[in-house]
């Protein structure tokens, strides 16, 4: 099948038991270092939370996850490498912008695509900065009902940089929304669709929305289980449903999009006890099986679909 670049280097994807698509280990909104209020950021503590809870996944099977924080909202390559070597779980960290509302890097707003681009393609064939460890992703987002012309320049310069690189997208999307047209973007700049996740598509229960996607070839994310701020999850676990049964079990994959650690305030009014990867394993997976869902189709979600998407 193929290598796969991940944080402590290149690995056999068939070496990969379960790939976990949608997690972080920690998240900063822009500016998040400037509020007073901000709890003490305490590196050791941060890393010591993320290994416990990867040797915990580690347990259901999971070696490997993948982080796709955008470079302005906290993303830590060497936290992540040492992190994956104290837990044993691989993880693939990616490069890329954030949407225009939450990013706003006015100076990589001024750039054109193309500048974009050689950004992107200099972290993915050198590393990040002086790390030296390279994304194994490409990491795009758009807003919610619209796509601004950064995000779109954003989205441009990632399928230019597939193209190039080999290596596979993953989006963003605010609230189930947008995903056909980044589909349709990426189909316009020559992107192999079956490399590309549209993410968070689990927030619409629209099966004309699910379908758009699908029917191009791309793969939709399941990625939010377990925060019902977005969506409650009998509406994911119904539409994820649906969509098995129509025969899409090769096109999705399933997550939690969880935060090991937050850098300043924990954004949502109330916490989601279920908002934890091993929620996949002891409440989703099961529902799905109780629902008549078949062993191989279950696979596809957490295993077979992953490595293809990586090894295409």
């Not at 994956?84 to 707003?109: M, P, Y």
């Not at 950004?119 to 758009?142: H, N, Q, V, W």
């Not at 973007?185 to 699908?214: M, P, R, T, W």
Request: proline share 4%.
């Amino acid at each position: 099948m193929g290598q796969v670049q991940t944080v402590t280097g290149e690995v056999e994807i068939n070496d990969f038991n379960y790939i976990l698509m949608h997690e972080h280990l920690q998240i900063g909104y822009t500016g998040w270092h400037l509020d007073p209020f901000s709890p003490k950021y305490i590196r050791k503590e941060i890393i010591d939370r993320a290994v416990d809870r990867l040797q915990e996944l580690k347990t259901y099977g999971v070696d490997c996850m993948v982080d796709p924080c955008t470079m302005e909202l906290g993303r830590d390559p060497e936290l992540m490498a040492e992190v994956s070597q104290r837990s044993g779980v691989r993880i693939i960290c990616s490069t890329g912008f954030d949407l225009e509302a939450r990013g706003k890097l006015f100076a990589i707003q001024r750039l054109s695509w193309e500048e974009i681009l050689e950004i992107y393609l200099k972290e993915i064939t050198d590393g990040i900065g002086e790390t030296g460890i390279r994304p194994g992703i490409i990491k795009a987002a758009t807003g919610y009902n619209r796509i601004t012309e950064y995000e779109e320049m954003c989205l441009k310069a990632a399928s230019h940089a597939s193209r190039i690189s080999g290596i596979p997208i993953i989006t963003h999307t605010e609230h189930g929304t947008m995903g056909p047209e980044q589909v349709q973007l990426f189909k316009s700049e020559g992107v192999n669709l079956q490399k590309c996740i549209i993410g968070h598509c689990c927030a619409n229960h629209n099966l004309d929305y699910q379908l758009s996607i699908l029917d191009e070839g791309a793969l939709v994310g399941f990625d939010r289980f377990g925060n019902e701020h977005f969506s409650k999850d009998r509406l994911r676990i119904g539409t994820l449903y649906g969509l098995l049964q129509m025969g899409y079990s090769e096109q999705i994959i399933i997550s939690c999009d969880s935060v090991c650690s937050y850098l300043g305030r924990f954004p949502f009014n109330e916490e989601y006890e279920n908002w934890h990867p091993r929620y996949l394993f002891n409440s989703v997976i099961p529902e799905l099986k109780q629902k008549g869902i078949k062993e191989n189709d279950i696979q596809n979600l957490i295993q077979y679909n992953p490595k293809r998407y990586f090894s295409i």
